[in-house]
T-cell receptor, first 114, second 114 residues
Framework: AQSVTQLGSHVSVSEGALVLLRCNYSSSVPPYLFWYVQYPNQGLQLLLKYTTGATLVKGINGFEAEFKKSETSFHLTKPSAHMSDAAEYFC????????????FGQGTELSVKP | DTGVSQDPRHKITKRGQNVTFRCDPI?????LYWYRQTLGQGPEFLTYFQNEAQLEKSRLLSDRFSAERPKGSFSTLEIQRTEQGDSAMYLC????????????FGEGSWLTVV
């Protein structure tokens, strides 16, 4: 069965500092990997996704993530945090056997200090 | 706005009452998903449709829950005899027919059972 582990339920960074949100997955077949962001009382918005091809994926708002098969990881990074990045971030996994449904991690709340 | 829309956004109901949520997916999307999210947790898969066919149901979807997607367009999620444990946000999402496609989420419907 697929699963996702997000290390750290809460991450706090200073404005302008590097953002690193960790995600490890478990999948018996090649995975499709996603990062979503959720602002309070709102739905989820896709930041980026990896399906096939280049393992370094660039997304919206300056975020990027790298698929590392050997480490079963898909960590999310942003070189310089902005106050508007404060939100909940979810990593998710799917594959061609799953009908497209996503299995989500528990989420990481990102706080950005001025 | 051509995104996924959900109605109502908020519902407060008394324990034992029935509630129904509606979801209108992005018009050309043939896959439609329902998820449930409680505070501090990632979304949990409930069920999904390919056109009008309900292809998978999670064990979380007890017999008090029923979902339909008549004619493969909008969908409804009904909860009968609500319990306090049903209090959550119910998220609808839609996508095109491929596991790696982006799944677009609605704003969610908050249910509070008192």
């Amino acid at each position: 069965a697929q699963s996702v582990t997000q290390l750290g339920s809460h991450v706090s960074v200073s404005e302008g500092a590097l953002v690193l949100l960790r995600c490890n997955y478990s999948s018996s077949v090649p995975p499709y990997l996603f990062w979503y962001v959720q602002y309070p009382n709102q739905g989820l918005q896709l930041l980026l996704k990896y399906t096939t091809g280049a393992t370094l994926v660039k997304g919206i708002n300056g975020f990027e993530a790298e698929f590392k098969k050997s480490e079963t990881s898909f960590h999310l990074t942003k070189p310089s945090a902005h106050m508007s990045d404060a939100a909940e971030y979810f990593c998710a996994v799917s594959d061609y056997n799953q009908g497209g449904k996503l299995i989500f991690g528990q989420g990481t709340e990102l706080s950005v200090k001025p | 706005d051509t995104g996924v829309s959900q109605d109502p956004r908020h519902k407060i109901t008394k324990r034992g009452q029935n509630v129904t949520f509606r979801c209108d997916p992005i018009s050309e999307h043939n896959r439609l998903y329902w998820y449930r999210q409680t505070l501090g947790q990632g979304p949990e898969f409930l069920t999904y449709f390919q056109n009008e066919a309900q292809l998978e149901k999670s064990r979380l979807l007890s017999d008090r829950f029923s979902a339909e997607r008549p004619k493969g367009s909008f969908s409804t999620l009904e909860i009968q005899r609500t319990e306090q444990g049903d209090s959550a946000m119910y998220l609808c999402a839609s996508s095109l027919d491929w596991a790696g496609n982006t799944i677009y989420f609605g704003e969610g419907s908050w249910l509070t059972v008192v």
